[in-house]
């Protein structure tokens, strides 16, 4: 009798000490006062990584910054959103994944912590497109975000190529057209580059020219229209466009096209602010000073970039909120955001881009203060990832010369259809 | 410790019990709980068949499900001729041969991640070492862009697949050639055999389990590859590249629709396991023969 249970005495205690001994392995967080940041790599993450630093050295609040590239930061987001597991305390956006999160009903509406500082909300100096994307529905709803990075594209060119060929500054397509055919003709390099590569990076590039030629995504009644006529026009400008672009064009993302323009092998493209500090960069720029930064080129409707900046917004689930507020208050606020500027990021604050300071390192603040203030954004509907991601299959194959343009345009409807039909 | 009949008969169940407990917990029930799922459309919980109907209709699960059949047809084929030659070469009295079998096993080991990554930056139609190498030889590589086009984009991920795991084909048919007998040969010698016919009756035949397997395991991998190919194209351009594996990849995370991308993943296990057991089916036909 006392041997057999000496014997599964033994082993019960044994199992019981090994599961003990595992539990401080999943740590759930018993640490207060530390803040957990997703952010984007790149610029826009850096910049704010850096004032996380400072605000750690100003305030003593811990925080822990969790980096990743754009689309693995949306999975990861994406995930924790729908799952509530409160990994983050904040997180960073781009403002065209705001609808599908804001539709999971898990990010913390910012109002209420507003009023616990006896603020009514954002304040005035907040450029007044930017502040548009936090709210859902846009424009009109709850405030579910504070915009971070004021980015909107911007036309860039060679103004030193196109004095030698006497060409005005182009404003319409037709005139960045024939500009991109001179180019190409008389000069070594390609007078056009874009990204066409599937997904975020073709219809990134070819919004612009779809908007100004009139096309609208979907009609009054929230069903795609990409293939009335006007939609086709703009793609056919952007497949002509595409003759004078270096080739393998229609797997280009940001990088390449940047690149062609650092080394003077393009001479035109849509591109966003943040890369234009790169161009007076000695170590990576061939054109320093020979580049000339203005508002989209139009057609039969006036020229309008496509805003895309960055958000942060509080998960509900996170477990430091209040905390997370305050360092999301302090981080938008005029001299954080000052400093987010000279690190890089395009401030989403009107009177920044006035700044006699910040103007002497950036001449082109006005030009991105006119984009930003006319932009328009992405189609804000929560399938919009779909969409984009169907439409810019699309876009690519056209541009690869798999489809025609009438095709692509009509198949890209088609799934699009179908994708709406989906989400009713 | 002197144990009871009693308890020698319950200790083994007591040791496996936690390994038991884990396979439960991350196996089996991920894998009712992904069933339960792939039944489910949005947000209901209630039961339909949406999620299967919709792959019929679904040009871009049709197109990686073709995708996916050719990729691995073409690879395993290349592999096996590849790794065939190469296992013949290796199992003559080469001179340093053991040397060659080390070389030629680096591929296989290496992560299919970095392998990904490095290929990819070999490939960069502008600044890649083999347009690099190709230029140097005189080749206009400007319509060379491997990741850009659709069909050069599909060769690299065959490429690199065959460069990685043809090692792996190799290995298992020289393990299967330097374990048939020479009794055999000798007498095809005696018979005043040719090389061909040597080949065609004796190794072949007596190669065939070998062969099996290495097609077997080779076919299983093929129809799941995801890493390289996601590191390297990413399914681009368009969807040319995209396998099953990407798309339900891209279904789950970029979509976030779990419902769909499941019943997707059911459907590449229920190939899977049809075409293993074709296989399996052939090996043992050969054992009774």
Redesign the interface.
């Known amino acids: 009798m006392c041997r057999h249970s000496s014997f599964s005495l033994k082993v019960f205690v044994l199992l019981l000490v090994v599961s003990i001994v595992s539990f401080p392995a999943c740590n759930r967080g018993g640490d207060e006062k530390v803040l957990t940041i997703a952010v984007v790599s790149g610029v826009e993450g850096d910049a704010l990584t850096q004032a996380a630093k400072d605000y750690e050295a100003q305030t003593g609040v811990k925080i822990k910054i969790a980096q990743f590239p754009y689309t693995n930061l949306f999975e990861k987001e994406l995930i924790d959103l729908q799952s509530k597991t409160g990994a983050y305390d904040l997180i960073m956006l781009d403002d065209p994944w705001f609808p599908k999160f804001a539709s999971l009903n898990s990010m913390s509406e910012l109002t209420p912590f507003f009023q616990k500082k006896n603020l009514a909300g954002p304040d005035e100096d907040f450029v007044k497109t930017s502040l548009a994307l936090c709210r859902h529905p846009y424009e009109s709803g709850k405030l579910f975000a504070l915009p971070y990075v004021g980015n909107s594209q911007l036309f860039f060119y060679r103004k030193d190529i196109f004095e030698k060929h006497n060409l005005k500054s182009p404003e319409t397509w037709d005139d960045v057209l024939s500009a991109a055919k001179i180019i190409s003709e008389k000069e070594s390099m390609k007078g056009y580059v874009m990204r066409a590569a599937s997904g975020n990076s073709a219809v990134a590039d070819f919004m612009p020219i779809f908007w100004a030629y009139g096309a609208e995504m979907f009609d009054a009644n929230g069903n795609p229209t990409v293939n009335s006529a006007e939609g086709i026009a703009a793609l056919k400008m952007m497949l002509e466009l595409g003759k004078y672009s270096p080739s393998g064009y229609a797997s280009f993302g940001a990088d390449e096209v940047s690149n062609h323009l650092l080394q003077g092998t393009a001479a035109m493209s849509i591109n966003w602010p943040a890369w234009i500090s790169a161009f007076s960069d000695v170590n990576k720029s061939k054109v320093i000073g020979k580049m000339e930064f203005t508002t989209m080129p139009g057609a039969k409707n006036p020229g309008r970039a496509e805003i895309g900046n960055w958000l942060i917004a509080i998960p509900q689930a996170a477990r430091n909120k209040d905390a997370a507020f305050d360092f999301l208050l302090w981080a938008t606020d005029k001299q954080q955001m000052k400093l987010s500027a000279t690190r890089g990021n395009p401030p989403t604050r009107a009177s920044l881009f006035k700044d006699e300071e910040l103007l002497k390192k950036n001449p082109a603040y006005p030009v991105q203060l006119k984009s930003l203030e006319s932009s328009r954004p992405r189609p804000r509907t929560p399938q919009w990832n779909e969409i984009e991601n169907v439409f810019g299959i699309y876009l690519s194959k056209a541009n690869s010369g798999e489809m025609s343009a009438e095709d692509a345009m009509n198949k890209a409807n088609e799934e699009i259809k179908k994708i709406v039909e989906r989400g009713k | 410790?002197?144990?009871?009949n009693?308890?020698e008969r319950r200790l083994p169940y007591?040791l496996i019990s936690?390994t038991v407990a884990v396979l439960l917990a991350l196996s089996i029930y991920p894998l009712f709980y992904s069933i339960k799922t792939s039944f489910q459309t949005?947000d209901d919980a209630h039961f339909s068949f949406d999620n299967f109907t919709r792959l019929f209709s679904d040009?871009f699960f049709l197109s990686a499900t073709a995708h996916t059949f050719v990729f691995a047809s073409l690879a395993l084929t290349l592999e096996f001729l590849i790794g065939l030659g190469l296992a013949l070469l290796l199992d003559s009295k080469l001179r340093g041969k053991n040397i060659f079998r080390a070389v030629l096993l680096v591929p296989m080991m290496l992560p299919p991640v970095v392998v990904g990554v490095v290929w990819r930056l070999m490939l960069n139609?502008?600044f890649g070492a083999i347009n690099g190498t190709l230029k140097s030889f005189g080749v206009d590589t400007?319509?060379l862009?491997w990741?850009?086009?659709?069909k050069l984009?599909f060769l690299s991920i065959i490429i690199v697949d065959v460069w990685q795991w043809t090692p792996f084909v190799f290995l298992i048919l020289l393990a299967g050639l330097q374990a048939i007998p020479n009794e055999p040969y000798e007498a095809a010698l005696i018979d005043g055999s040719s090389a061909w016919q040597t080949f065609k009756n004796i190794t072949l035949p007596l190669l065939k389990p070998a062969i099996l397997i290495a097609l077997l395991l080779r076919t299983m991998d093929l129809l799941r590859v995801f890493d390289s190919i996601f590191i390297l194209t990413?399914?681009?351009?368009?969807?040319a590249t995209e396998t099953i594996s990407l798309y339900i990849y891209?279904t789950a995370?970029?979509?976030?629709d779990f419902g769909y991308a499941t019943a997707m993943s059911f459907v590449l296990l229920i190939l899977t396991n049809i075409i293993s057991a074709t296989y399996i089916r052939f090996l043992q036909k050969q054992d009774t023969v």
């Open positions: 410790m002197i144990l009871s009693r308890q007591l936690p949005g040009g139609s502008d400007t319509n862009t990741t850009a086009s659709p984009a990413e399914g681009g351009p368009g969807n891209r995370f970029r979509f976030g």
